[in-house]
Structures are given as C-alpha cells and as structure tokens.
C-alpha cells in the first residue's frame, strides 16, 4: 500500500513510519522543513499542511491518507495555532484526499476530545474529527491517551528534572489520573486499521494498561532511574491557576492553562480498542525503564 503522511516527522510518526515499513507498505511523507535524505520504501515532498496545492500532487495515486499534525501549547506570534493546525490542516487534508480520489483516511485526535470541551486544544480537535466525519471517506479516528516512548516530550522532562533534585510539586493534590500507551501501540493500531475494513467509520480510543495517578506516575519514573521516591508538595490550585493564566505567554514557562485544564480532567479510557485491535499494550514502567535506564 502506498500512504501519504502528514506529521510523519514528529514523535508519533516515527513509531509509525517504522511500522509500516516493517509491514512492506511505500511511504510518501510531508514535510515541512527541507526533506530529508530518502530512504528504501520513503519519499519526501515538501510542502504546507495547510497548502493542499504543495502537496496534492503526491497524494494522487496514494490508497490511504494519514494526518498526524497536532500542537499542545500555541504560539500565535509564529502562527502556530490550534484553529490553524487542528481545524484548517485537516480541511486541507480532507480536502487533498477528497480530489485525489483517496478513500482511506486516518485521523489522530486525542482522548477527552469533545464539543463541549474547556481547553481550546480539546474544542479544535473535535472540529477536526467533525470534518473527517463528514468528509464521505473511509475515515478511522484514534483518539490516544498521553504517548510515550523513546523520544516523547512529557516523560523525558520530568525525568530531566528528577535527574537534578527529587522535588516534584504537583499542581493541586496530584490525585488526576492518566492512563499512558506506548507509541509503538499506537503505530500498531494504525497499521492494522490500514488492513482491516471494519475499522472505517469507527473512532477508537487508545489507553494503556495502566491507570495511575499523577504522584504514582512520578513515582514509576524515579523508579526507572534508580532513584527514591520524590518529594511531590502540592501547590494550591488557587494560587497556581492564575499565576500560569499570566505568564502561559513566555515559551519559556513549562505549562499553559490548557495544559493544567487537561491534567485535572485525567486522561483515562475504558481499553475497548483491545476488543479490536488483539494486543497487550506495553506495560509503563517496562516502557519507560527501556529508554531511561541509560
């Protein structure tokens, strides 16, 4: 099968782009930046996710579309926005996939995705779902949980910090549950809803096997590395919300109030998508230990 992706530079699509491959299929990757060197099975095109006109010609001719575009935090200045890379990338997908006459289409959203969400992320990502599902193609939607792996944003700063001083604060009582997959998991459920039909027209949460608490998480990641537990004070909501509302503009501050919005409604899911896809997920603490050990 020859696929055309979009995002297939990030963290996930190099869980993804590796997977295919393994399965045989050709790949025909975005890119934003100069391409790079190609590869057995790999071409590039460079081009603007929001620009179907620089890549549309490389979608023709492709048996399946794949949009993995997605940003957790905003910077407006750059024009790095939710309504831009949520909303308008995934029309201009849609679209590209709609002339080109490209049934197959797979759509990464994210868990607690929904219309009536608080967090701009959530709210924009569900209008993206909205356009897949109205699009009339054989759309799959994955809707992951937090994704770590060898090269992840989330679990690789916090071990940073750990590796410094074992002084953890929590934002509030550090009680608000995640549910982790590993990004190998997720590239295998997009590889096998590539080679099974009754996948189409389905949404599919994905959560790992584990459901911890954010003190538990941080606790699981010391382990990793050797280390004790880690002192975790509880910074009162009260105070913290605000002070990240003002200063949520600076890059350099480590969370947005969307970011804190998402933590306290957890990022947990029921585990239905095994019903489909037949595999255990990776375990956390095997995950992590794999990659942080070093």
Excluded at 27 to 35: F, Q
Excluded at 50 to 55: E, M
Excluded at 155 to 172: E, K, W
Aim: net charge neutral; aromatic share 8%; glycine share 10%.
């Amino acid at each position: 099968m020859k696929i055309f992706i979009a995002g297939a530079t990030g963290f996930v699509g190099g869980h993804l782009t590796a997977e295919l491959l393994r399965r045989g299929h050709q790949l025909v990757l975005l890119s934003h930046g100069a391409p790079a060197a190609e590869r057995p099975g790999v071409s590039y095109v460079r081009g603007d996710v929001t620009d179907p006109a620089s890549y549309q010609p490389a979608v023709s001719g492709c048996d399946a579309v794949i949009n993995l575009v997605g940003i957790i935090r905003e910077f407006p200045a750059r024009g790095i926005t939710f309504e831009r890379l949520h909303v308008e990338a995934t029309a201009c997908m849609v679209a590209a996939a709609q002339r080109s006459g490209v049934q197959r289409y797979l759509q990464m959203s994210a868990l607690g995705t929904r219309a009536e969400a608080v967090s701009g992320y959530h709210r924009t990502k569900w209008r993206g779902e909205q356009l897949v599902r109205d699009s009339g193609l054989a759309w799959t939607i994955f809707r992951p949980s937090l994704i770590f792996g060898p090269r992840d944003a989330f679990v690789n700063m916090l071990s940073d910090q750990l590796r410094l001083a074992p002084l953890m604060p929590t934002m509030g009582n550090g009680a608000y549950r995640l549910q982790p997959i590993h990004g190998d998991d997720v590239a295998r459920c997009y590889a096998e809803a590539l080679e099974r039909p009754e996948t189409a027209g389905q949404t599919y949460e994905l959560c790992g096997a584990d459901r911890l608490s954010y003190r538990e998480l941080l606790d699981a990641i010391a382990e990793a590395l050797g280390k004790g537990h880690p002192w975790k004070p509880a910074l009162p909501l009260a105070v913290m919300q605000p002070v990240i509302k003002a200063l949520q503009g600076f890059s350099a501050f480590p969370i947005t109030s969307d970011q804190l919005q998402m933590l306290l409604e957890e990022n947990i899911c029921d585990g239905a998508w095994r019903d489909t896809f037949r595999f255990e997920p990776i375990r956390f603490r095997d995950g992590i230990r794999a990659y942080l050990k070093g």
